[in-house]
């Protein structure tokens, strides 16, 4: 077994403490009066057996045992009486702070739990035992009766506990509280309130003890029970000294000295014990106001993190998961910062702050943000305080969240789990960010693949398009459109509409639209027998079921224009700032009839412009596609000029600006022409 080392310290300032008060103690019991109505030592080992471990109990007990012993004889008390108080004074602590570490291991005397406990355990409990056995041995060395010294030793001990244990126990909850006063200041309050109480005391004919009463109060309200516990001490002592010195309210009660004592016991402990518990009452209320402050806060910091992580459950990009962390997320941890999201090389930070700054950051930058990044783990910094934490997760690390704080000493562990909680989603966040931004090309490349090329010049006519896709974040869908020259010197130009938004979408789209080149450049046939072949071929095409298409053809040496729509909306043809719709040539969708397909022909005056268009230019989930038609009809009435890139971005502008798109949209502007006629090719088809 370990042998435990002397705790010297603790054993000498036991001794010390302990002798001082005996010795006063003694020093007023010489005296006239009542004598000590207070063992103060009472409170010196009750104090140390609580705010130490058991195994340092013995060497407590031992040396109150020992000085005990020395202070009685050299008073003249008998070894055996000596024996005896010694006994007393050392159960009696040892079953009082037995009882208030079962009840209470860390008693915070600013609770009423934990006070009760120590008033019934420490001043109550603690010294009946002491009393029971120190008037047993007063009864035999001394010969008083047993019921007689019971009570003024229990009253004694007692308030040394409340007094000197209390101000003990309550000293260590000034430690790192704000607003607590300094040892010059509570020396200060402490010789004040000995003035007071020996200004209350003074006067022998006017009672004016009760003045020590409001100070008291004022103490426990102004500073709290530690400052208060220690002016109670001071209370205490001066009282007693100022009474047994013939002075007070109770000087006339001199020649009943029991009863004098007995009325300075009741008065220091309810003078003490009032100011307590009001001290007590609002310790509790700031610290129930404090903690539904800090749950306050919490739900507020809960609410905030809630939205934080909704808006990274909703961004789809990179930079909507930078802008919701800059815009909300590193505030909820610290003053300013920012978000560096990992390039794709990996080899910078693109950085954004919350001050609005942006730029790119290099990973061996010394700055905490790189270095978090770089080291894949967190970086504190000083001067000015920040914390830099890496966005990892999957084994890899995305980015990383820079933190600064305008207080140096805000960086705790609290702070920094919820820094590395805003990573985590970060990171989580940017993984899926990336899964998806690396989807969203791979689709935005396969529809740019799909889309046609059209010529730069094609013949009697002047061409603008786009392509307008539902699904913006993936940037594919059904529509399509083209215009290619023909044999013969003429022009085709269709658009088509299949059914979806997605890639299956997509894929039957493209094969349909190389379909119908690849027809109408070899057939010699008009756009209805192109429309056939597309029948024949949609059942080849999975997902081409159901597609509208419109397709005509344009003779620039005769102006005329021949078309056929299968189940798509008309071509509208402007002249003059006159709209007119091409209402011919209509059947049903691709591959839904095995019948001959009609078409339509129209001469076009030379300089007019052809729109033509899918249904998600002019349907409207809330109007008939009428009123749609009309409205594009209106709006191109209203134009003039001969670029058709100009009608193009007009129209889709007041057809479709600040609106969500339901449905993909595909807009078409041909700007026909007249041209002389050239040498007939064999390749020519006759009309």
């Not at 044999?487 to 658009?495: C, E, H, I, L």
């Not at 008309?570 to 049903?588: K, M």
Request: charged share 20%.
């Amino acid at each position: 077994m370990t042998r435990q080392p002397v705790p010297w310290r603790l054993v000498l300032a036991v001794a010390a403490a302990y002798a001082a008060g005996s010795l006063t103690s003694f020093a007023l019991f010489a005296s006239s009066g009542p004598g000590a109505v207070l063992f103060l030592p009472a409170g010196v080992t009750f104090s140390a057996l609580v705010l130490t471990d058991r195994q340092r109990w013995p060497w407590v007990l031992a040396t109150a045992a020992l000085v005990e012993v020395a202070v009685d004889l050299s008073q003249g008390i008998g070894l055996a009486a000596a024996c005896g108080f010694a006994l007393a004074n050392t159960a009696e602590p040892l079953v009082g702070a037995s009882l208030l570490r079962r009840f209470a291991p860390r008693p915070d005397l600013s609770r009423r739990r934990d006070l009760g406990a120590f008033l019934l355990c420490g001043v109550v409990a603690g010294p009946l035992v002491g009393a029971a056995i120190g008037s047993l041995t007063i009864a035999t060395a001394q010969g008083l009766p047993l019921l007689e010294a019971l009570p003024p030793f229990w009253a004694g001990d007692g308030l040394g506990v409340l007094t000197v244990g209390g101000a003990v126990l309550a000293w260590r909850l000034d430690r790192g509280r704000t607003g607590a006063p300094g040892p010059a200041w509570q020396a200060v309050l402490l010789l004040l309130t000995a003035g007071v109480t020996v200004a209350a005391f003074a006067p022998e004919a006017v009672p004016m003890a009760y003045l020590t009463l409001p100070w008291l109060i004022w103490l426990a309200v102004r500073y709290g029970i530690p400052v208060l516990t220690k002016a109670g001490v001071v209370v205490a002592v001066t009282a007693n000294v100022m009474t047994v010195a013939g002075r007070g309210p109770w000087a006339q009660l001199a020649d009943t000295p029991r009863v004098e004592a007995a009325l300075l016991q009741l008065f220091i402990a309810v003078a003490v014990l009032s100011a307590w518990l009001l001290a007590v009452e609002i310790s509790e209320r700031e610290r129930a106001h404090s903690v539904s402050l800090q749950e306050a806060a919490a739900r507020r910091w809960v609410e905030a993190l809630q939205e934080v992580t909704a808006g990274l459950a909703t961004a789809a990009t990179t930079e909507a998961i930078a802008g919701v962390l800059v815009g909300s997320g590193i505030r909820l941890v610290a003053d300013s910062g920012a978000v560096g999201v990992m390039t794709p090389d990996g080899g910078r930070l693109h950085v954004r702050a919350t001050s609005g700054q942006a730029a790119y950051l290099p990973l061996d930058d010394p700055s905490p943000l790189a270095g978090a990044a770089r080291r894949h783990a967190p970086v504190r910094a000083w001067s000015p305080s920040a914390l830099a934490v890496p966005a990892r997760t999957a084994g890899i690390t995305f980015g990383a969240l820079e933190f600064r704080f305008t207080d140096e000493d805000a960086i705790g562990d609290d702070v920094a789990a919820m820094a590395t909680t805003l990573a985590e989603l970060m990171a989580s966040a940017l993984h899926r960010a990336r899964l998806y931004e690396e989807e969203r090309d791979a689709a935005h490349q396969l529809q740019q693949a799909f889309l046609p090329v059209v010529p730069d010049v094609l013949p009697g006519a002047r061409f603008a398009g786009c392509y307008l896709p539902a699904d913006a974040d993936h940037d594919i869908g059904g529509d399509w459109y083209d215009a290619f020259p023909l044999p013969g010197d003429r022009v085709g130009f269709a658009v088509g509409d299949v059914v979806g938004h997605d890639l299956r979408a997509a894929a039957a789209m493209g094969r349909l639209q190389t379909a119908l080149r690849v027809v109408a450049s070899e057939l010699s046939g008009g756009p209805a027998a192109v429309l056939e072949a597309l029948d024949r071929a949609a059942s080849d095409i999975p997902g081409a079921t159901m597609a509208t298409i419109g397709y005509a053809d344009y003779d620039p040496a005769t102006g005329q224009l021949c078309y056929a729509c299968a189940g798509h909306p008309p071509p509208l043809v402007v002249t003059d700032r006159h709209a007119e719709y091409l209402a011919g040539g209509r059947s049903r969708p691709i591959a839904t009839e095995h019948r001959p397909r009609p078409e339509a022909s129209a001469e076009i005056p030379a300089g007019a412009m052809l729109i033509w268009y899918s249904d998600g230019l002019v349907e409207r989930r809330d109007e008939d596609i009428d009123v749609g038609l009309e409205r594009l009809a209106a709006a191109a009435a209203r134009l003039d000029g001969d670029d058709p890139q100009v009608w193009r971005d007009t129209l889709l502008r007041e057809l479709t600006g600040g609106q969500l798109l339901r449905d993909d949209v595909v807009l078409i502007c041909l700007r026909l022409q007249r041209s002389p006629p050239t040498t007939p090719s064999g390749g020519g088809r006759t009309r």
